[in-house]
């Protein structure tokens, strides 16, 4: 089974700390995701990465940056965290075979900002 | 840009009661389609999915979704819940071509089912 893990399930922080979330898979897949879910919102794209140092803006990626080092971690920072920040953070991963990938995702991370 | 709404924002039934969660997307070209669940305090896991072929996929549980391209719709539907099938449910697609290397989903806002015992 594809394991995607979080580094943590719960976070408190400040506003104005850098904030770092870690997400990492075990099935080598070429492509992974960070999503913020919020209600009503639904689950909205912040970056994705499809190769390892390669990223791409999703479509809300103001106030975010991402990190792509090794093919299995993808991580992703608050450089200044507020407020507005607050939410759920989801991590996913997918192979890459242009057919639309099943994503699979991680347990999230429930990020409260004060 | 992909957009994609499901109307049902909350939605109770009893059990053994049937089943129907709209999804429509709004491009219309070719698309992969999706049917996530977020079960309470469990992961998002894939329920079905369309890539081509015959419109209606059968995923686990029951559940089964019609891709109408001429309505740009991918309705979930199961003819009789259970308590168990409470949880949160996502819709969501691929734009093939869109958005040239984007490999990424766009979801809907989500419907909450809860079933009553």
Redesign the interface.
Request: glycine share 16%.
């Given at each position: 089974d594809v394991k995607v893990t979080q580094s943590s399930r719960y976070l408190v922080k400040r506003t104005g700390e850098k904030v770092f979330l870690e997400c990492v898979q075990d099935m080598d897949h070429e492509?992974m995701?960070w999503?913020r879910q919020d209600p009503?919102?639904?689950?909205?794209?912040i970056y994705?990465s499809?190769d390892v140092k390669m990223k791409?803006k999703?479509?809300i990626p103001e106030g975010y940056s991402v990190s792509r080092e090794k093919k299995e971690r993808f991580s992703l920072i608050l450089e200044s965290a507020s407020t507005n920040q607050t939410s759920m953070y989801?991590c996913?991963s997918?192979i890459?075979s242009g057919?639309?990938?099943?994503?699979y995702?991680?347990?999230?991370t429930r990020l409260l900002v004060l | 840009?992909q957009s994609?709404s499901?109307h049902n924002?909350h939605v109770i039934l009893s059990e053994a009661a049937s089943l129907e969660l709209g999804c429509n997307y709004s491009y219309g070209g070719t698309?992969?389609l999706?049917w996530?669940v977020q079960y309470p305090g469990?992961?998002?896991?894939?329920l079905l999915?369309y890539?081509s072929g015959d419109p209606l996929v059968k995923g686990i549980k029951g559940f089964e979704a019609e891709f109408i391209k001429s309505k740009f719709s991918f309705n979930l539907r199961k003819p009789s819940v259970q308590w168990s099938d409470t949880a949160e449910y996502?819709c969501?697609v691929?734009s093939?071509g869109l958005d040239t290397?984007?490999?990424?989903?766009?979801?809907?806002?989500?419907t909450r089912l809860q079933v009553q015992p």
């Open positions: 492509n995701f999503y009503g919102l639904g689950l909205r794209l994705f499809y791409e999703g479509d989801l996913a997918s890459s057919l639309g990938e099943t994503q995702f991680g347990p999230g | 840009a994609v499901q924002h698309v992969n999706f996530y469990q992961h998002l896991q894939l999915k890539f996502f969501a691929n093939l290397g984007r490999r990424a989903l766009t979801f809907g806002s989500g």
